[in-house]
């Protein structure tokens, strides 16, 4: 069954930089997208970013557009999410997932459409001022 296991959480200071790996088992891309989720105690899961296979595309929320950057290594079969200029209001659990295949439709929907059914577990970015 498909995997995926995120790495790279922890606490900065504002104005920090982590980077989020998302590694995938068992899963092929293949015309998916692979989404970056987070949420925060006492709030709604929120869309961050999310990259399609197909053409490369990527979308960002616009609280992050600009200061996140989603990737992929397809030799690793690994996604990433470079986060710069961290702030408190970024502090939240962040959460990978991944669509079936041959889901464009992900890459025009919003960032927190229900077409992702792969989940990773989790990893907590703390940010404090």
């Known amino acids: 069954q498909v995997q995926l296991v995120e790495s790279g959480g922890g606490s900065v200071q504002a104005g920090g930089s982590l980077t989020l790996s998302c590694t995938a088992s068992r899963y092929t891309f293949s015309a998916s997208c692979m989404g970056w989720f987070r949420q925060a105690p006492g709030k709604e899961r929120e869309g961050v970013a999310l990259i399609y296979d197909y053409n490369h595309s990527t979308r960002y929320a616009d609280s992050v557009k600009g200061r996140f950057t989603v990737s992929r290594d397809k030799a690793k079969n690994t996604v990433y999410l470079q986060m710069n200029g961290l702030q408190p209001e970024d502090t939240a659990m962040y959460y990978c997932?991944?669509?079936?295949?041959?889901?464009?439709?992900?890459?025009?929907?919003?960032?927190?459409?229900?077409?992702?059914?792969?989940w990773g577990q989790g990893t907590q970015v703390t940010v404090s001022s």
């Open positions: 997932a991944a669509t079936p295949p041959y889901t464009s439709r992900c890459l025009y929907r919003p960032l927190d459409s229900d077409d992702y059914t792969y």
